[in-house]
């Protein structure tokens, strides 16, 4: 268990340990969060912290959704995490549009967070590209809306993959400025928890960028309700070099596609990206692809099955989630209250 999740043992100061992250419902789950942040989620859950889990459905539409197709997607997510083994009777598992408390305190934090802070967001740059001038409001204003997610539940630690980062040290940028111009110390500082080997899966055709649901081509990513031939074809003809594996991860330095699948293997079997090289170094990737299709599908096909199984009854998940957000309110609403409270609104 090379990547096991290690407990943060961090001063939380006041605060009680609670963990927040969230996952848009901007299409189909990929291996990329799976690995990145779903797999560590569920260690956390199992750590005995409190864990508070979020379909972010306001983030997905800073982007066009498709109305049925978004709910499709958010009861798709939430099958997704409860198949891979969130139990939403240990975890909160909610809709974050359930919660009105995530947009009002958005709010008030896009009066706190500046301009300069959101114009340096490289996934904005990334996502809105060249035709910056058409891209939503709402996709340049995304981390204030994320700083609320995380703080309107004082959390302390923050899952999530290595793309995440700037976003978390914005939410505490946030945190510090509103403490400092309010003279209090209300929010807590949270930390991000960016842990084990596959904090930033790759696309499968170009070991440069990152897998990504909404990437046209869907052979560069491993979707978590592919089948077991699809998931073989998509390893198959994935990208690599023609050189043997290294039988170190030194040897995996300047070969990115080497390197993408080696970590995948290395996840999905819990083992460091040096055991992995122990055990295939000196082989052909003609070798080594079979053995990552077998153990993607030995790992996946569980929880793509499980997937399918609660899709059959929506009803089912919609009152999980009904169940979810009462129970993140209850967290949420004190604390904006007396977020509104400090700010001066009259209550
Ligand atoms: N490729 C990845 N490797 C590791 N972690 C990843 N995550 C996403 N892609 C990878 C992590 O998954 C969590 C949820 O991400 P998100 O859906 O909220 O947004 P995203 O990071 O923008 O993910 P996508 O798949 O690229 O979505 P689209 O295409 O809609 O933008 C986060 O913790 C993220 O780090």
Redesign the pocket.
């Known amino acids: 268990m090379a990547d096991a999740v290690q407990t943060p043992q961090i001063e939380t100061g006041k605060f009680t340990p609670r963990v927040f ?4 419902p ?2 189909g789950l ?1 291996l ?2 799976y ?3 779903i797999k560590r989620f569920v260690e956390m859950q199992e750590s005995g912290i409190e864990t508070v889990y979020c379909i ?1 459905d306001l ?1 997905a539409i800073t982007v066009w959704q498709d109305p049925d197709k978004l709910r499709h997607a958010t009861r798709e997510l939430c099958a997704g995490y409860i198949a891979a083994g969130l139990d939403p009777q240990k975890s909160i598992l909610f809709n974050q549009s359930q919660v009105s408390a995530h947009a009002e305190l958005g709010w008030v934090f896009s009066c706190v967070a500046r301009i300069g802070w959101l114009n340096r967001m490289t ?1 904005f740059k990334d ?1 809105a590209g060249k035709n910056r001038e058409n891209a939503s409001v709402g996709l340049f204003s995304y981390p204030t809306l994320m700083a609320a997610d995380i703080l309107l539940y004082h959390a302390t630690h923050v899952p ?5 980062k700037q976003h978390l040290e914005l939410t505490r940028d946030v945190a510090a400025k509103f403490n400092h111009d309010f003279k209090t110390d209300f929010f807590p500082l949270p930390e991000p928890v960016i842990e084990g080997v ?5 696309s499968l055709r170009d070991g440069s960028k ?6 046209p081509s869907d052979m560069s990513r491993i979707n978590m309700t592919d089948d077991a031939d699809t998931i073989a074809k998509k390893i198959r003809k994935a990208k690599t070099d023609p050189d043997a594996l290294p039988s170190e991860a030194e040897g995996l330095k300047e070969r990115p596609e080497a390197k993408n699948l080696v970590s995948i293997y290395a996840s999905l079997a819990d083992m460091s990206v040096n055991q992995v090289l122990a055990e295939v170094g000196g082989k052909q990737f003609s070798a080594f692809k079979p053995m990552l299709s077998e153990l993607a599908v030995a790992k996946l096909s569980p929880i793509s099955a499980e997937m399918d199984r609660l899709m059959q009854t929506p009803d089912e998940i919609d009152k999980i989630l009904r169940n979810g957000a009462d129970k993140a309110r209850a967290i949420a609403s004190p604390i904006l209250d007396k977020t509104l409270e400090i700010v001066g609104m009259v209550r």
């Open positions: 992250s969230g996952i848009q901007s299409g990929t990329g969060n690995l990145g942040a972010v983030h996934q996502k999530v993959g290595e793309d995440q596959a904090t930033r899966v790759m990152k897998m990504s649901k909404s990437d």
